[in-house]
């Protein structure tokens, strides 16, 4: 009886510990500028998604909030200052074979200043929202980016295999309205 007691505590913390394994997260940020009817992308030149048309972002660093990450990659990454940013919504992704998700939080802007200018890690451009190039752009973002033209705030998880392969993928919105009242300075 004692001896099965220890033997199931051990599967819990193996399961435990398990779990610690799979749920390690790296945390981005990700920020679309936008204006009347277009919205500002950046061709990715070198590191993850190189290639690819996307917001601005990275990894957030120790000690800053994710809203400072989410302004120091604006501005690393296309010279950009955004005054405030709307919280749009979290983006999980997760990748066949790699324990770790990663955690990407979405913003939206209309408030910035400065001028868009490329830089040694993206290269931006406008694009009219009827034109977003999404051939050249995350194989998810097609399936996220209308609920964000729409204002409404979401969260969604994918699986994929490799960079290109989207396993499955969940999208939960949140709010349909426009979150114009939510925006942090
Ligand atoms: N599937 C995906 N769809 C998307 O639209 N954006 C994604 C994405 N996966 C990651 N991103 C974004 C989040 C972030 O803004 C950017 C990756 O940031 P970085 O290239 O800066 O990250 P790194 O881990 O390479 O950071 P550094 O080593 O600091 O450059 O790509």
Known sequence: MIK?????????LWKLSDWAVMVSRKVLTLVLVTRPNQVLLGMKKRGFGEGWWNGFGGKVEKGETII???KRELQEECCLTANTLT??????FEFVGDPQILEVHLFTTKDV???????SEM???????DKIPFHKMWPD????FPHVLKGSKFSAFFLFEGHHK????????????????????
């Open 166 to 185: 989207i396993l499955k993928h969940k999208i939960d919105v949140v709010t349909e309205q426009s979150h114009i009242d939510s925006e942090v300075k």
């Open 68 to 70: 400072e990450a989410a």
């Open 87 to 92: 919280e749009v919504g979290q983006l999980d």
């Open 4 to 12: 099965s007691d220890i033997l199931n505590q051990l599967q819990t």
């Open 123 to 129: 290269k931006p451009q406008w694009f009219d929202i």
């Open 141 to 144: 973002d097609k399936l996220w």
């Open 113 to 119: 200043s400065g001028v868009p200018t490329e830089t």
